[in-house]
């Protein structure tokens, strides 16, 4: 195929012009499902206190259903799971439907769970299903855009983080309220199953459609090893930087996503309703600006310098900082949710950027693995320590600050977004030096 699909990088995105009907079909429905793939992640959030009720669990064993449960196998897969992806003869939207249809039905079981074990295996059967789902969708991107519009077209696939945690947090607050936390799981992991009959009847793997020619080239192509992809991916400094700067966030990101929902119901005393409300307004709509607007940011400077390609998250992250921790420490509830939206909008902005910068760091052929590894950082680091570490540190806190022992874990969480900042930031120097052309 001679054509070279172009992207446009606003919220519109994919536009009509330039871009195959297929691409952005493709497109739409991977941001379809990672939106569930959020969904089903993150909906425990709002569900974590009525959950804790009823099954007697403390903070820690909150901390570790939302964190490890998930992260640990999400994380261990992801590496094989992109090598396969990665081989040229690897069907990659076979691989999502599939992958899409176990972590679905996982979420829907995780609501028959009568105790903390059988909860706990039934979230780590999610993470199973998840792992199979980012990796092969950057790589099926990747393949289908020019890099100049990298950042925005994976951002766009991004957005399905904040939408996700919108809906989980709306969903899982209003059917928690009028049915139960079980109905809740049930009815956001069902639909799944039906969507992945969809990606694998509709969507179509871009390897299928290509001339003999460049079958014959790709075939031609001696394929990378694990130790050859992993030693090209780590002889990037910036890739290095980048990987600690995401995996930092995802500490912070995960973390705040549980606890600050059961900050704002101890100490503000929301209903799990009120709690989903509100921050869906943060987590999903900022959230969702945020990211967008990182993509757009990026693909706008980033051809003038490419340092600018990260120089936005590096000081959005910087400014959201103090901003953070003043919206912790308000007493007003509902002063406190609006001083989180600017920094939830800064804090969101590096997704498309970062991974963007990931995918033109390496060559074709480790494309997928790159990805994984961020998401290895991101999610056994970040998903695995953050949620857990804050409960930890909650209950280490309760002898001396007792309800409120949440927001004082949060007042730290706030500061320590410098870090990310500040490797961003050197990430953003070597980019000259290393992004390839491709």
Not at 190 to 201: E, M, N, T
Request: hydrophobic fraction near 55%.
């Amino acid at each position: 195929m001679n054509e070279k699909p172009a992207l446009a990088t606003g919220v519109a995105l994919p536009s009509a012009d330039g871009v195959s009907a297929q691409t952005r079909t493709m497109l739409w429905i991977l941001l379809i499902v990672y939106i569930f793939n959020f969904l089903d992640r993150q909906i425990v959030n709002i569900l974590a206190e009525p959950i804790k009720a009823e099954l007697g669990l403390s903070d820690t064993q909150l901390g570790l259903l939302a964190g490890p449960a998930f992260a640990v196998f999400y994380a261990l897969l992801g590496i094989p799971i992109a090598r396969y992806a990665d081989k040229d003869g690897t069907n990659r939207v076979r691989l999502i439907a599939i992958s899409l249809a176990i972590w679905s039905a996982m979420t829907a079981v995780c609501g028959l769970a009568q105790n903390f074990v059988q909860l706990l295996l039934a979230r780590v059967g999610v993470g199973v299903g998840e792992a199979g789902c980012t990796p092969a969708a950057h790589s099926l991107i990747s393949d289908s855009v020019p890099a100049e519009k990298r950042s925005s077209a994976i951002a766009f696939y991004g957005l399905g983080v904040p939408i996700g945690s919108l809906l989980g947090l709306i969903i899982g607050g209003v059917v928690n309220d009028l049915y139960g936390w079980r109905i809740a799981l049930m009815m956001v992991g069902a639909p799944g199953i039906l969507l992945a009959l969809v990606v694998l009847f509709v969507m179509r793997e871009p390897r299928h459609s290509r001339t003999a020619e460049a079958v014959a080239t790709a075939r031609a192509v001696v394929p990378l090893s694990t130790g050859e992809a992993l030693r090209e991916i780590f002889s990037s400094r910036a890739f290095i930087y980048i990987l600690i700067a995401a995996s930092v966030v995802a500490v912070l990101g995960y973390g705040k996503a549980l606890w600050t929902i059961s900050f704002f119901i101890r100490s503000h005393g929301l209903s799990t309703t009120e709690a989903g409300l509100s921050m869906a307004v943060v987590l999903g709509l900022a959230g969702a600006f945020g990211t967008w607007l990182g993509g757009k940011m990026a693909d706008k400077y980033g051809p003038r310098d490419k340092k600018h390609l990260l120089t936005f998250p590096a000081y959005g992250m910087a400014i959201a900082a103090p901003i953070l921790f003043l919206g912790y420490y308000m007493e007003d509830w509902r002063v406190a949710v609006a001083m989180l939206i600017i920094p939830t909008i800064l804090n969101s902005a590096y997704y498309g950027p970062a991974y963007g910068c990931v995918q033109g760091l390496v060559q074709p052929r480790a494309r997928a693995v790159a990805a994984s590894i961020m998401l290895f950082g991101q999610n056994l680091i970040g998903l695995g320590l953050g949620p857990f570490l804050f409960g930890v540190l909650s209950d280490a806190l309760q002898p001396l600050a007792g309800q409120e022992s949440v927001r004082w874990v949060l007042y730290g969480a706030a500061w320590l977004g410098l870090i990310p900042a500040f490797f961003f930031w050197r990430a953003s120097l070597r980019l000259k030096a290393e992004l390839k052309s491709g």
